[in-house]
Structures are given as structure tokens and as C-alpha cells.
């Protein structure tokens, strides 16, 4: 098992700066890759970042591209997205996930986070 639990989340105004933190415990971090997902209400989840075991690969949703940033800290079991320039249409309930493998796809991911709420006013 892994346990994931993120932190960071609050309001922002519109063009302002959030740095996400999930901490991880349990099995070993480094073996995992993580995935930063969303939820608005009424909306799917949606895939935003995601980075490989060693951090030496990342993806991006293109909707976040050039302006979230998704980096690890394998030794204090951290993943972290620096959100930059944020839009009103980004508030949601961020999540943090882990597998095996760097995948975009929700339903591949084992181990999820509660959720921090990110609220973007404009």
C-alpha cells in the first residue's frame, strides 16, 4: 500500500502562483511513478502532469502545458506541480496518484490522494 496526501491547495486569484506537495508513505516512493489529476463538479477527472519513477521523464495535458510543472523529491517521498498563471477555469479538487508505470490514464493508477482544493478567483 501507498499512502498519498496532499497539501498546498487554497484560493488563488486569477494570474497567481500554487505549489502542490503529495507526500508519500508506505511502500518505496522510488518505485512509483506520479500523476497529478483534477475534478471540477460535474466534470470527469482529467489527467494534468505526470513523471516517471527516477523523474528523468514527465508528461503534460497540452490544457496545462508551459504553465503547470510537475518535479519529485525521492528522497523527502514527495511530487510536487507548481501551477503558474492560473485561470479561473483551474479551480478543482487536485489529486495526486501513484503506479508502476508513467501513464496519463486514471483508471492505471492504484493509489490515490483525498484531494486539495484549489479555488481560482477572477
Known amino acids: 500500500q501507498v499512502q498519498l496526501v496532499e497539501s498546498g491547495g487554497g484560493l488563488v486569484q486569477a494570474g497567481g502562483s500554487l505549489r502542490l506537495s503529495c507526500a508519500a508513505s508506505g511502500r518505496t516512493f522510488s518505485n512509483y511513478a506520479m500523476g497529478w489529476f483534477r475534478q471540477a463538479p460535474g466534470k470527469e477527472r482529467e489527467f494534468l502532469c505526470a513523471i516517471s519513477s527516477t523523474g528523468s521523464s514527465t508528461r503534460s495535458a497540452d490544457s496545462v502545458k508551459g504553465r503547470f510543472t510537475i518535479s519529485r523529491d525521492n528522497a523527502k517521498n514527495t511530487v510536487y506541480l507548481q501551477m503558474n498563471s492560473l485561470k479561473p477555469e483551474d479551480t478543482a479538487v487536485y489529486f495526486c496518484?501513484?503506479?508502476?508505470?508513467?501513464?496519463?490514464?486514471?483508471?492505471?493508477?492504484?493509489?490515490w490522494g483525498q484531494g486539495t482544493q484549489v479555488t481560482v478567483s477572477s
Open positions: 496518484a501513484a503506479d508502476y508505470y508513467l501513464t496519463d490514464d486514471p483508471k492505471k493508477y492504484d493509489y
